[in-house]
């Protein structure tokens, strides 16, 4: 199974960006999720989606700002960031868990499979 994330970019404050993340060698992930690491930070959970039923979760701090969607057809998640600020500058990255669980995990050592991570900068 591979990930590959892509999308990042420099942006201002206030710009929008789409991150893509595509799944290559299987089509049986239960789960996907988003995940960022900003300079001297721990990565932390962004948000992630039940891939079958398409139901997302977010953490606080992105919440009405982000929003995950899949294509089905692509085997992509995607992430859409609107309202970017200065603090949402991580590099951001994509993951799956390797096994069924009963809802979305958010935690790190939940998931198994990650991407290579694309950065995202928001300058003031």
């Known amino acids: 199974v591979q990930l590959q994330a892509s999308g990042g970019g420099l942006v201002q404050a206030g710009d929008s960006l789409r991150l893509s993340c595509a799944a290559s060698g299987t089509t049986g992930l239960f789960h996907r999720g988003w995940f960022r690491q900003a300079p001297g930070k721990e990565r932390e959970f962004v948000g992630g989606?039940?891939?079958?039923?398409?139901?997302?979760i977010y953490t606080d701090s992105v919440k009405g700002r982000f929003t995950i969607s899949r294509d089905n057809g692509k085997n992509t998640l995607y992430l859409q960031m609107n309202s970017l600020k200065p603090e949402d500058t991580a590099v951001y990255y994509c993951?799956?868990?390797?096994?069924?669980?009963?809802?979305?995990?958010?935690?790190?050592?939940?998931?198994?499979?990650w991407g290579q991570g694309t950065l995202v900068t928001v300058s003031s």
């Open positions: 993951a799956a868990p390797n096994h069924y669980t009963s809802s979305i995990p958010t935690k790190n050592d939940e998931y198994y499979y």
């Open positions: 989606m039940w891939w079958g039923t398409g139901s997302t």
